[in-house]
Structure formats: C-alpha cells, structure tokens
C-alpha cells in the first residue's frame, strides 16, 4: 500500500512560479515510477511528468517542456514539480501517482498508475 500526500499549490499570476510537492509513504517508494497529471474543468485527465526510480529520466507533455522539473528525492520519500512561467492553461488540479510495477518512468498513462494523492489547485490568472 501506498499514500500520496501533494502540497504545493496555489492562485499565482501568468509567468509566475510554483513548486508541488507529494510525499509518499508505504512499500519501497524508491523503486517505482512517479508521475504529475492534471484536470482542468470539464477535461480529462493528462499526463504532465514522469520520472523513473532513480531520477536518471524523465519524461513531460509537449506543452509544459522547458518549464516544468519533475525531481525527487528518494531519502526524503518526496517527487517534486516545478513550475515556472505559468500559463492561464496550467491550471488545474494537479495529481501526483505512483507506478509500482515500473521502475522506468516510461508511464504515461493514467491506468499505468496504480496509486493516486488527493490532487492540489493551482490556478493561473492572466
């Protein structure tokens, strides 16, 4: 069993900055996939970051290449996404996941993840 914990999010201007956070507790958090998805209002869900068991590859969605980081820090049980230059189009709730059956952050769909935190706001105004 996994939890997911996501912290982090808030109302931030365009261009603006924020940094999420999921702390993760339960089985072996340092050998699986970790993701970031979102939903904005009255759109599915969609992939945002992935990252593999040791950090040494990721993976993000076209439109948020060059500003976002996915990171973690395995002693710290803690994935992380930073956010910069935010975009009106960034928000959403934004969910973090685990993929306990992959250790190669090659996931990108949401039924790769089996796992799922509560999800936090972060809003964008223009």
Known sequence: QVQLVESGGGLVQAGGSLRLSCAASGRAYST?????F????????????????NGGSTYYR??????FTISRDNAKNTVYLQ??????????VYYCAADTTNPYGNSWSSSDYDYWGQGTQVAVSS
Not at 42 to 48: A, H, L, Q, S, T
């Open 38 to 53: 979102r939903q904005a209002p009255g759109k599915e869900r969609e992939f945002v970051s992935a990252i593999s068991w």
């Open 83 to 92: 956010m910069n230059n935010l975009k009106p189009e960034d928000t959403a």
């Open 62 to 67: 076209d439109s948020v290449k060059g500003r």
């Open 32 to 36: 699986y996939t970790m993701g970031w």
